[in-house]
């Protein structure tokens, strides 16, 4: 079992940039991968970053390629989203989730956070 936790969500301006955090424990070697997602209420999940073990692969969705970046402290367990020029339509749950393999489906996901709220105003 791999548990995680999300923070560092909240409400900005647009052109404003915060920074998502997703700390796991637990079994993290038998899933090693990490991405984030993020999701509006009657919409699918959609996907936003992910990246391997060793930091060597990360995927971007086209939305956020650019402004995003995704990165991790493996000696913290820690996986982080930092988002810059955000925009109105950033607004959504970002969820993080950890699987075996790098990947952009959300099905690719064995473990997933609470979420965090992230708000963009106009």
């Known amino acids: 079992q791999v548990q995680l936790v999300e923070s560092g969500g909240g409400l900005v301006q647009a052109g404003g940039s915060l920074r998502l955090s997703c700390s796991a424990s637990?079994?993290?070697?038998?899933?090693?991968?990490m991405g984030w997602f993020r999701q509006v209420p009657g919409k699918e999940r959609e996907f936003v970053a992910a990246?391997?073990?060793?930091?060597?692969?990360?995927y971007y969705g086209d939305s956020v390629k650019g402004r995003f970046t995704i990165s991790r402290d493996n000696a913290k367990n820690t996986v982080y989203l930092q988002m810059n020029g955000l925009k109105p339509e950033d607004t959504a749950v970002y969820y993080c989730?950890?699987?075996?393999?790098?990947?952009?489906?959300?099905?690719?996901?064995?473990?997933w956070g609470q979420g965090t709220q992230v708000t963009v105003s106009s």
């Open positions: 637990g079994r993290t070697n038998s899933s090693p991968a």
């Open positions: 989730g950890a699987g075996r393999t790098t990947v952009r489906a959300s099905a690719g996901y064995d473990y």
């Open positions: 990246i391997s073990w060793r930091s060597i692969i990360t």
